[in-house]
């Protein structure tokens, strides 16, 4: 066996499954509900995490495992600290103990969102919310850990396997004439095929430590709407509105553009553009 991939049946797990079926890379499937064909296993569940890796010592694991309701963490910041922090640090510890390479993903949400330039690796953090908070967590754990790790911060995951923005936009605008999206958020979108091939990519590189992978260009939430909507050929209009008119429970940065060029450099390719990614997507809504 030569990885074990948890989280298997989220959006980025099942890209990634994809990606290292369609290699023939041996790989054991696992998620806390797992698919047909697939393993059981809850990373918060210390015991059998050690066990199944102890009893398949694979080269390496990647963690697609996460607690991803970013508004409803703030109420339940325990519950996701358990699974972003204290689940992905019995990763690391399995990981130490057999000598396996950890990949796991974090996220843009670290960070404060008070910059102006794009965020890069070593810069400090200062999440805003419980499910940055989290994450954060998660990522420490792992490198006090002292196990093998590549952390890819990625952010505005988008792809066919699971909710995401870009979905809601395209069935969203089927029915209304016009939508209001927030023009004062900045990131970069990311298409999930992509990270999930970028996963595959850096697993086999000798570089440790945390990088940050996301489609270009930077743009906001109004300008991936407005490509979606264009796109899709419907009749809707996308206007520019400000964060304060959609008050939500999680506050989100401001700015949380990732610069990504150093793993662009690491994996030897660099993704596409989002737009790209968008048409091809909406293509396939669209059929
Ligand atoms: N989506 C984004 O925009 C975004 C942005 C930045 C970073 N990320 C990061 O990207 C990664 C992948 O995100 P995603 O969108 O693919 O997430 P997702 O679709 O929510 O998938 C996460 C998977 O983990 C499973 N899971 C939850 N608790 C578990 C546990 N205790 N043990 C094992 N599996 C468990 C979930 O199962 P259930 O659904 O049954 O709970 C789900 O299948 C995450 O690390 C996330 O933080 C995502």
């Not at 949400?109 to 008070?114: A, C, R």
């Not at 999440?127 to 967590?137: D, E, H, I, S, V």
């Not at 790790?149 to 029915?175: C, D, H, M």
Request: glycine share 8%; hydrophobic share 35%.
């Amino acid at each position: 066996m030569q990885a074990i991939v948890t989280g298997s049946q989220g959006m980025l797990g099942k890209e990634l499954k994809a990606i290292l079926s369609s290699n023939n890379i041996p790989a054991l499937y696992t998620d806390i509900n797992p698919g047909e064909n697939e393993f059981r296993l809850d990373i918060t569940d210390r015991e059998a995490v050690i066990a199944k890796v102890e009893e398949l010592k694979p080269r390496v694991i990647f963690n697609c495992s996460a607690y991803t309701n970013v508004d409803l963490a703030e109420e339940q910041e325990d519950i996701a600290a358990r699974i972003n922090g204290y689940g992905v640090e019995n990763l690391a510890i399995a990981a130490k103990a057999n000598d396996v390479l950890l990949v796991h993903i974090s996220t843009d949400y670290v960070f404060s969102g008070n910059n102006d330039k794009p965020y890069l690796p070593g810069d400090i953090t200062g999440p805003q919310g419980a499910y940055g908070r989290t994450k954060l967590l998660g990522e420490q754990l792992i490198i006090s850990s002292g196990c093998r790790y590549q952390i890819i911060r990625t952010a505005w995951l988008f792809g066919p396997q699971g909710k995401n923005f870009v979905e809601t936009i395209f069935k969203l605008s089927q029915s209304r004439s016009e939508l209001k999206v927030v023009n004062d958020q900045h990131g970069c979108p990311t298409w999930a095929p992509d990270l999930a091939q970028c996963m595959a990519d850096i697993a086999t590189k000798p570089e440790y430590g945390i990088f940050h992978f996301c489609n270009g260009p930077a743009c906001t939430w109004f300008d991936l709407a407005r490509a979606v909507v264009q796109d899709a050929g419907h009749d809707c209009t996308v206007k520019p509105c400000n964060s304060t008119e959609f008050p939500r429970p999680a506050q989100r940065p401001a700015w949380s553009v990732l610069g990504s060029s150093e793993t662009y450099r690491i994996i030897g390719w660099q993704p596409r553009k989002w737009q790209d990614a968008v048409t091809q997507y909406v293509k396939a809504l669209k059929s």
